[in-house]
């Protein structure tokens, strides 16, 4: 493979934006998930939806977002309406709590997320999840 080749595949990459307000997790995320997938890390509601709207203003596609629930300066479900309001993007909402149903269900017919799981997260399922979604 030539040089060329291998700058190509990787502008070919589908982007996943990973939202986790826990460094461990963010980045055990990140690191799973680089092989296959551009990854932007941020740690915050507000942060992601900073850099949802800049790299959309940029021209640059976010494929996925896996979006914490439980972040420490807001909800993920308010990070994913906010997100929607800018066209959106396929969002896996992660949580440690027992959600409540109306509001799952509330999120996906709006389109807001597209599933929500529960942790702990095993990796493999994780991965196998990613690539469901956004092949």
Known sequence: MSQHDATHSEAEKKTVMICDDD???????GLALS???????VDSGENCVEKFIEEKNRGKKIHLI?????????????????????????IILITA???????????????????????????????????????
């Open 23 to 29: 460094r461990d997790s963010r980045e055990l995320f």
């Open 35 to 41: 092989p296959k997938y551009n990854i932007i890390l």
């Open 66 to 90: 896996l979006l914490d629930y439980g972040l420490s300066d807001m909800r993920g479900d308010s990070v994913a309406r906010k997100i929607k309001e800018h066209n959106g993007v396929k």
């Open 97 to 135: 709590y027992d959600l409540d149903d109306v509001l799952l269900k509330d999120l996906e017919e709006n389109d807001c997320i597209t599933k929500c799981i529960e942790k702990p997260i095993h990796l493999s399922s994780l991965m196998e999840l990613v690539a469901e979604i956004i092949s």
